[in-house]
């Protein structure tokens, strides 16, 4: 079913951030100008977060407001922030880290999180952050491959995750752990922090150092870290202001995990470089305390994600009734397909629509984007923000084609703009993957129409996208066939009204080892403590064969495509050579 455009008023188009002239006249100088700097063109993304708004007389300024789980509150200042920030890079350089060194922060919306994310960076190393609700295998391979020095989280996680492997990773010199106590061998941040000293200046860095990594999936092989330099900070500033309407002191709520890039780019960069008030908040989707925290927090700009959304729609259309949102100026939303039905839903419940926009790991930033000023398709993810130029291709041997309007192929964008990655660590070919005929290639299948509206069609891998997290099914079955039972796994994503997508795994058994339910509940057990409840599997369901191509690899897609009954056309001749 078609929906119809949703008009924005004059009177909102007037007083949106981006309007037709500012598009028009875009450079990336622009974005540049929005940003202080360090003298010798050096800059630092801490710097442009905190320091530079304190020393421009806004440190009383509200930065952060965090809501604990159990009704506790907690507000930072922009000084308040800087100096925490300050400490823990003094924490780091007391334990012998230097600049380029990585950090990883393993813990869920806690205060502590920000404060190791930026202090990492004022100390010029690198912060990679980690999803939380991951088991020990996806934490312990991540840790490997960024070579960890240090890491920051609580007691019980460590507990939990990373006591049993720590020694086997000799790269890492230095845990900090949350509070005032830590377990043997670690170092408890809160004395450490307290004897720390508050002046440590923002290291000056080159645009081009590397400052993130984040973890990403593939389809085959391990996870690929896609490394993002300060410079990024520039995009992170535009976009926030432009694609969701950013100004300093807006209230502002991101809904996701920092340990996802979206957590760390909107929910920590691009707020605190527009210098807005952010809420940070540590309960999950429950719906009273989501909609309670939308009216007493006066939020005004809300960025979550479909998988939520669509729960609410569930709770019905009288939800938002008994609440005065009437702070609520923009809606948005992000990580998945976002139903037309839920934007429809959204501008009659919230008497705004949910304004989605794309992008993923490796952008770093909103490419695709319905702005405030722009009238809204529901189901379309929008129009490329200025700066960036996007194009439907597919690929011709090492170069592409380029898509017709109206034809479906693969979303493709021009590179250069400043949160692009500029690596997968350590893996120069498949990163080289990535480009042909002078694009980026992003993995999704897409649509243009003749207004210049994107359409999200599908992945063209076979990546499954569950609650908004991104999985590779290879890392999927490479923890169930551990599992003695099993011989071999395929692992797809099955369509779910609410997830979007749900984690299914098919095994073939050993011999001496028949399908029974207390198999396939061992099988998933053993799945969640390797992978965490987030990345296992909901069903394994038991065959005697998977579908291989003539060169032995699991054709994924043609299971998949069996099970949702749909025809198997050429799906049987595709040789998955994805990465
Ligand atoms: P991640 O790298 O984990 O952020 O995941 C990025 C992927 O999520 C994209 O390549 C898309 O497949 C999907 N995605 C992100 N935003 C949207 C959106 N607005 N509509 C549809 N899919 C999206």
């Not at 243009?448 to 569950?466: H, S």
């Not at 299971?559 to 998955?576: C, N, V, Y």
Request: charged letters at 25%.
């Amino acid at each position: 079913m078609a929906f119809e455009t949703i008009r924005k008023p004059e009177d909102i188009r007037a007083s949106a951030a981006l309007n037709d002239e500012i598009r028009a006249r875009f450079t990336w100088a622009d974005a540049r100008a929005m940003l202080t700097g360090l003298p010798g063109g050096k800059l630092n993304i801490a710097h442009e977060a905190l320091d530079r708004h304190v020393a421009a007389g806004h440190g009383d300024d509200p930065a952060m407001t965090w809501l604990g789980r159990d009704g506790a509150r907690r507000a930072f200042t922009y000084a308040d922030l800087a100096g925490r920030t300050a400490r823990f890079a003094d924490v780091l350089r007391a334990h012998g880290l230097a600049p380029g060194d990585r950090v990883f922060g393993l813990m869920g919306r806690e205060p502590d999180l920000v404060v190791a994310a930026l202090g990492t960076l004022k100390a010029g190393m690198v912060f990679s952050p980690l999803f939380s609700a991951f088991g020990p295998e996806p934490i312990r391979t991540r840790m490997d491959i960024g070579g960890a020095a240090a890491l920051v989280t609580t007691e019980a996680l460590y507990r939990r995750k990373i006591a049993a492997w720590r020694t086997d990773l000799p790269s890492l010199k230095l845990v900090l752990i949350a509070g005032d106590d830590a377990p043997e061998g670690c170092v408890a941040l809160g004395p450490a922090m307290a004897a720390a000293s508050d002046d440590f200046a923002p290291v000056p860095m080159d645009p081009e150092d590397p400052a993130l990594i984040h973890f990403t999936s593939g389809t085959t092989g391990k996870p690929k870290g896609a490394v993002h330099v300060h410079g990024a900070v520039a995009y992170h500033a535009m976009t926030g202001k432009y694609a969701l309407e950013m100004r300093p002191g807006t209230r502002y709520w991101c809904t996701a995990d920092p340990g996802w890039v979206t957590g760390t780019s909107y929910g920590i960069i691009a707020p605190l470089a527009n210098r807005v008030h952010m809420t940070l908040v540590e309960e999950e989707y429950v719906l009273e305390v989501w909609l309670s925290i939308l009216q007493d927090e006066r939020i005004e700009v809300w960025y979550t994600a479909p998988t939520a959304i669509r729960m609410m729609m569930r709770a019905g259309e009288d939800i938002a009734r008994p609440y005065d949102l009437s702070a609520l100026r923009f809606l948005a939303s992000v990580g998945e397909p976002l139903n037309p039905e839920a934007v429809v839903w959204g501008n009659r419940v919230f008497g705004r629509p949910f304004h989605d926009n794309w992008w993923q790991t490796e952008t770093g930033g909103i490419v695709i984007a319905n702005t405030q000023a722009m009238d809204i398709k529901p189901g379309s993810m929008g129009k490329p923000l200025p700066g960036q130029v996007a194009g439907i291709v597919e690929r011709d041997g090492d170069g592409v084609r380029e898509c017709a309007e109206g034809e479906i192929g693969e979303l493709a964008l021009r590179p250069g703009w400043p949160s692009m990655m500029r690596a997968y660590l350590h893996e120069e070919a498949r990163y080289a993957k990535c480009f042909a005929g002078g694009w980026y290639l992003t993995g999704d299948l897409a649509m243009r129409d003749a207004d210049g509206y994107y359409w999200f069609v599908g992945r063209a891998d076979d990546l499954i996208k569950t609650s908004g997290h991104l999985i590779g099914p290879f890392e999927v079955e490479s923890a169930l066939i551990e599992h003695e039972a099993v011989a071999e796994a395929a692992v797809i994503g099955l369509p779910d009204e609410t997830a979007g997508e749900v984690v299914r795994a098919y095994v073939c058994l050993n011999p001496g080892f028949e399908p029974s339910e207390d198999l396939e509940k061992s099988i998933r057990g053993h799945a969640r403590g390797r992978l965490g409840p987030a990345v296992a599997p909901r069903e394994v369901v038991f065959r005697k064969t998977l579908p291989r191509t003539r060169s032995g690899k699991i054709m994924r897609r043609l299971l998949k495509a069996r099970e949702m009954g749909l025809p198997e056309g050429d799906i049987s001749t595709l040789e998955s050579d994805e990465t």
